[in-house]
C-alpha cells in the first residue's frame, strides 16, 4: 500500500495550526497582537482541509487493503477508546483542581464573549 509522506505532514501542520489557535484563544493573545484575530479563518480552513485530508486518507486505505467494515472499526474503536478514556477520567478529575475558573466569565475572544455581554 503506498504511503502519502506530504498528505501526512500537512495534516501535522493543519493540526498544530487548531492547537496554536487554541492557545491563542484562551490566552486571549489575540487582543493584545491584532493581527492574530485574522488567524480564525486560518484555523477553520484548516480543519475542514483537515478532514477532507482524513477522509482521503482512510478511503484510500480501506480500498487498497480490501478489509470489511466491521474489522476496521473495531481495530479503530480499541485504538482510540482506551486513550479517550484515560483523558476523561483525567479531566473529570482535574476539574475539581480549580472548580472557581469554571464559574468566572470567559476570558475576551472566547466565542460568544460579546454577545453576551460579560
Known amino acids: 500500500m503506498k504511503h502519502f509522506y506530504g ?26 497582537i491584532p493581527i492574530l484575530q485574522k488567524a480564525s479563518k486560518i484555523a477553520d480552513i484548516a480543519v475542514l482541509v483537515f478532514v477532507i485530508i482524513s477522509g482521503f486518507v482512510i478511503t484510500h486505505l480501506l480500498v487498497e487493503k480490501k478489509e470489511k467494515y466491521i474489522p476496521y472499526i473495531t ?19 482535574s476539574t475539581y483542581l480549580n ?20
Open 7 to 32: 498528505i501526512d505532514g500537512l495534516r501535522a501542520y493543519l493540526a498544530w495550526t487548531v492547537v496554536l489557535w487554541h492557545i491563542f484563544l484562551f490566552t486571549t493573545v489575540e487582543d493584545r
Open 75 to 93: 481495530r479503530r474503536f480499541l485504538r482510540i477508546y482506551p486513550v479517550y478514556i484515560i483523558c476523561l477520567i483525567a479531566g473529570v478529575f
Open 99 to 118: 472548580f472557581q475558573t469554571f464559574l468566572s466569565p470567559p476570558p475576551r475572544g472566547v466565542i460568544g464573549y460579546r454577545k453576551q455581554g460579560f
